[in-house]
Nanobody
Framework: QVRLVESGGGSVQAGGSLRLSCAVSGRTCSSMTMGWFRQAPGKEREFVAAISWRGSSTHFADSVKGRFTISRDNAKNTAYLQMNSLKPEDTAVYYC?????????????????WGQGTQVTVSS
């Protein structure tokens, strides 16, 4: 059984930084494309970033380009989302997701594995 567990969320002021981690168990992380999504109250879940299984390809939502980076350490079975220059509109529950297909996608429904989410709150 594949399990994803996020950590690293919290409350920061605008302009601050947070690093989210996603620990994968039950399957080798290196065989999975990893993605980060977020969902704010009253809004649909939206794509944030994704990384290919070798880390050679990354994709970002326009709203976070230049501020967020995604990385992975397959030896530790962990993916990361570094969030810098945070804005109040980044406030949401952030979810880690995985899929066992090499092709990177940005659509939530194409990821079968999900974490429980971690809250990120950015105050102005």
């Amino acid at each position: 059984q594949v399990r994803l567990v996020e950590s690293g969320g919290g409350s920061v002021q605008a302009g601050g930084s947070l690093r989210l981690s996603c620990a994968v168990s039950g399957r080798t992380c290196s065989s999975m494309t990893m993605g980060w999504f977020r969902q704010a109250p009253g809004k649909e879940r939206e794509f944030v970033a994704a990384i290919s299984w070798r880390g050679s390809s990354t994709h970002f939502a326009d709203s976070v380009k230049g501020r967020f980076t995604i990385s992975r350490d397959n030896a530790k079975n962990t993916a990361y989302l570094q969030m810098n220059s945070l804005k109040p509109e980044d406030t949401a529950v952030y979810y880690c997701a995985g899929r066992s297909i090499v092709l990177v996608t940005t659509t939530p429904s194409t990821y079968p594995y999900w974490g429980q989410g971690t809250q990120v709150t950015v105050s102005s």
